[in-house]
């Protein structure tokens, strides 16, 4: 596609549930980034992937959050046993190679997670 | 501690008058760096971006500024418009091999911008 796709919009789950975010990359990019941005505050890189391999995980929190992108089928972001505090627009963004070559990321619209 | 600082929450100017926006940061290994729009529930667009070689880079009404030796980036909008009225973040990414980092942007907390017609 033009745009990176993310589903779902919204997504509400009480403390404990699992929620699981996905997204699509725009087509021919190789590489994608999941951040958290938490009350309208900076964005926190989350990890990004080149193709299906992790390329840089240095964001994600060690327990209960865990993230994919499998050939053919959308990456997802999943955490586990969600608290208040993983409340947050979650971006996805992807971009043709990595920043420094010169590339843009482009984002996605975001999906907002409410832990009630 | 934050590595990119936008110091100004919020800026108002009037339409037709030039907006700068402002953004320093501390990390001597940034190199690239890039501005992005972001319109209320919609994701952050991108504006523009300058490589550290650089000290200028324009495109249009928008003009990015980069002072490597005082570690200080600015936007300049001219002329302001209404629909400019967003918040503009500053971010950078690190030279490749740096603390892997490379390719991860780090953004700053924003500037909001309101161009009153």
């Known amino acids: 596609g033009e745009e990176v796709a993310q589903t779902p919009k919204h997504l509400v789950r009480g403390e404990g549930q699992k929620a699981k975010l996905y997204c699509a990359p725009i087509?021919?990019?190789?590489?994608v980034f999941w951040y958290q941005q938490v009350l309208k505050n900076e964005f926190k890189f989350l990890i990004s992937?080149?193709?299906?391999?992790?390329?840089?995980e240095t964001g994600m929190p060690k327990e209960r959050f865990s993230a994919k992108c499998l050939p053919n089928s959308p990456c997802s972001l999943e955490i586990q046993a969600t608290k208040l505090e993983d409340s947050a627009v979650y971006f996805c963004a992807s971009s043709q190679s990595t920043v420094i070559s010169g590339n843009t990321i482009y984002f996605g619209e975001g999906s907002w997670l409410t832990v009630v | 501690d934050q590595q990119v600082k936008q110091n100004s929450p919020s800026l108002s100017v009037q339409e037709g008058r030039i907006s700068i926006l402002n953004c320093d940061y501390t990390?001597?290994?940034?190199?690239?760096f890039l501005w992005y729009k972001k319109y209320p529930a919609e994701g952050p667009t991108f504006l523009i971006s300058?490589?550290?070689?650089?000290d200028k880079n324009e495109d249009g009404r928008f003009t990015v500024f980069l002072n490597k030796s005082a570690k200080h980036l600015s936007l300049h909008i001219v002329p302001s418009q209404p629909g400019d009225s967003a918040v503009y973040f500053c971010a950078a990414s690190a030279k490749e091999g740096y603390g892997g980092s490379q390719g991860n942007l780090i953004f700053g907390k924003g500037t909001k911008l309101s161009v009153k017609p």
């Open positions: 992937f080149q193709n299906e391999n992790v390329f840089d």
């Open positions: 990390n001597s290994m940034f190199d690239y």
């Open positions: 087509k021919g990019h190789s590489y």
């Open positions: 300058i490589s550290s070689i650089k």
